[in-house]
Nanobody, 132 residues
């Protein structure tokens, strides 16, 4: 059974850091591009970054709003993808989700495609609040 579980959210002061985790079960993360998306209160969901599958050398891509502050990485041994967030700002407050495409899509497209609607599997999200 496919499952993605996010963790690591919380309350942090502006300028602080958090590391979110996305633990997968039922499938092998290295075979899939994985996206991190967020939904701020009252706003639409947006993708902040993604990591390609191992077939595409774990290439990463980021939204302009987080480039240089956020970093996505993968640990194949624990089947986990991470989102390291530094220099957090109040506008980063949101529920953060990780997502994966279907097996069929992943078999033909190893690259992550930021901002493209390719995801079929989602976690339940973890809340990140940046406030003093």
């Amino acid at each position: 059974q496919w499952q993605l579980v996010e963790s690591g959210g919380g309350l942090v002061q502006p300028g602080g850091s958090l590391r979110l985790s996305c633990k997968a079960s039922g499938f092998t993360l290295v075979d899939y591009s994985i996206g991190w998306l967020r939904q701020p209160p009252g706003k639409e969901r947006e993708e902040v970054g993604c990591i390609s599958s191992s077939r595409a050398a774990d290439d990463t891509d980021y939204a302009v709003s987080v480039k240089g502050r956020f970093t996505i990485s993968r640990n194949s041994a624990t089947n986990t993808v991470y989102l390291q967030m530094n220099g957090l700002r109040p506008e980063d407050t949101a529920v953060y989700y990780c997502a994966a495409p279907s097996r069929e899509f992943a078999s033909i497209q190893p690259m992550c495609l930021i901002q493209a609607p390719i995801y079929s599997h989602w976690g339940r999200g973890t809340q990140v609040t940046v406030s003093s």
